[in-house]
């Protein structure tokens, strides 16, 4: 079984950085598509990035493309989610996922061994 800690959230300026990390423990997730999710106060869980099990592949929601990156290091058993240029509409809490099958989906219902998740906040 998979367990996930999400860490690296914290409060940030508009226009800051942060770098959110994803560790795996229980199994390796080298072979599992991993994805990034975020929840916002009175929102519901949506979407924010995935990437393939190879890391050659990834999608992004419309909100985050070309701010945010996301990365893997399977030797690490960890994934990464960049974050650039920080709006105050991107505070959430965010946590990562696993999908053992190798198609990126972008829905929540495909994945599983959900972390706990990592506060960020984007004062302006």
């Known amino acids: 079984q998979v367990q996930l800690v999400e860490s690296g959230g914290g409060l940030v300026q508009v226009g800051g950085s942060l770098r959110l990390s994803c560790a795996a423990s229980g199994r390796t997730v080298s072979t599992y598509t991993m994805g990034w999710f975020r929840q916002a106060p009175g929102k519901e869980r949506e979407f924010v990035a995935a990437?393939?099990?190879?890391?050659?592949?990834?999608v992004y929601s419309d909100s985050v493309k070309g701010r945010f990156t996301i990365s893997r290091d399977n030797a690490k058993n960890t994934m990464y989610l960049q974050m650039n240029n920080l709006k105050p509409e991107d505070t959430a809490v965010y946590c990562c996922a696993v999908d053992r099958t190798s198609v990126l989906h972008r829905t929540i219902k495909e994945f599983e061994s959900w972390g706990q998740g990592t506060q960020v906040t984007v004062s302006s």
């Open positions: 990437i393939s099990w190879t890391g050659r592949t990834t």
